[in-house]
């Protein structure tokens, strides 16, 4: 399968503990998002990178988030301290560069839970 | 900013009638429209996107949508809906004009009957 690759799919931790996610894009594309869905609610962009640059963050990602992707391929969002607000469904999804008309390949999310 | 909403929280309908999933959409500028359909334990997939040219789009799995400029939507449809069309349907928006960001609905959970 050579679709984006999410890991963990599932991670379970309590309040104050720093949690790491990882995504692997689709190879041969240049961008990588990642959006946050909760319950009843469709995704909500966090952030986004043009190779290992990343180009634009949503007011949405606090301080406590961080997001990387340092050599352009795969990339790790980081929650620090998290809080059960926190507590939601990761999703990465990669696109080709150059063109918002492209559509998002997503992956199949991680899902968060903060006790 | 733009932003989308999907009216309806649930549509149920009969297997071989007609569907329709409901999306309206708000933009400054001018709008890339696009269906995803998620299905349980499943990333997103996407169906089908409006960039520009004929209003009526034609998707994966049968689906279509038609982009109306003066009533702002983009509504889904399906002309005969199979029970394996059951899924959790999503609606975005990408204002070209202004930035980035794709904003998606809260989302529309179809549910066909036998």
């Known amino acids: 399968d050579t679709g984006v690759s999410q890991d963990p799919r599932h991670k379970i931790t309590k309040r104050g503990q720093n949690v790491t996610f990882r995504c692997d894009p689709i190879?041969?594309?240049?961008?990588l998002y990642w959006y946050r869905q909760t319950l009843g609610q469709g995704p909500e962009f966090l952030t986004y990178?043009?190779?290992?640059?990343?180009?634009?963050k949503s007011r949405l990602l606090s301080d406590r988030f961080s997001a990387e992707r340092p050599k352009g391929s795969f990339s790790t969002l980081e929650i620090q301290r998290t809080e059960q607000g926190d507590s939601a469904m990761y999703l990465c999804?990669?696109?080709?560069?150059?063109?918002?008309?492209?559509?998002?390949?997503f992956g199949p999310g991680t899902r968060l839970t903060v006790l | 900013a733009q932003s989308v909403a999907q009216p309806e929280d649930q549509v149920n309908v009969a297997e071989g009638n007609p569907l329709t999933v409901k999306c309206t959409y708000s933009?400054?500028?001018?709008?890339?429209l696009f269906w995803y359909v998620q299905y349980p334990n499943r990333g997103l997939q996407f169906l089908l996107k409006?960039?520009?040219?004929?209003?009526l789009v034609k998707g994966s799995y049968g689906f279509e949508a038609e982009f109306n400029k003066s009533q702002t939507s983009f509504h889904l449809k399906k002309p005969s809906a199979l029970v394996s069309d059951s899924a959790l349907y999503f609606c975005?928006?990408?204002?070209?004009?202004?930035?980035?960001?794709?904003?998606f609905g809260a989302g529309t959970r179809l549910t066909v009957k036998p």
């Open positions: 999804a990669s696109s080709p560069s150059g063109r918002e008309d492209n559509e998002q390949f």
């Open positions: 190879s041969e594309h240049n961008r």
């Open positions: 990178f043009q190779n290992e640059a990343q180009l634009e």
């Open positions: 933009v400054s500028g001018n709008p890339y």
């Open positions: 409006y960039i520009t040219g004929d209003n």
């Open positions: 975005a928006v990408r204002d070209i004009d202004n930035n980035n960001d794709m904003r």
